[in-house]
């Protein structure tokens, strides 16, 4: 029994179609494994991030409170009462 040479085009269509499938699927989960190594890194990052804006809060509490200690009514410089 002899095949025709439609079969034989159907055959290599279903092949590429398949490869073309595999190939999609690979460069899927390569970008997957890509944004988890980011991801990651970030996670890594952010308690860094966190801890930095939280001293920087802190921060900012002090120094309003030095500038209101200098600037009480009762410590100015030069007056005569």
Partial sequence: MRRGRSTFTKRQKEYTRQQRQRDKAERKNQQK????????????AEPHQHAAAQAALSNVGREEADT?????PGARVGSDS
């Fill in 33 to 44: 494994q890509e944004k988890a190594v980011e991801g990651s890194v970030d996670e890594v």
């Fill in 68 to 72: 209101m200690e200098e600037s009480t």
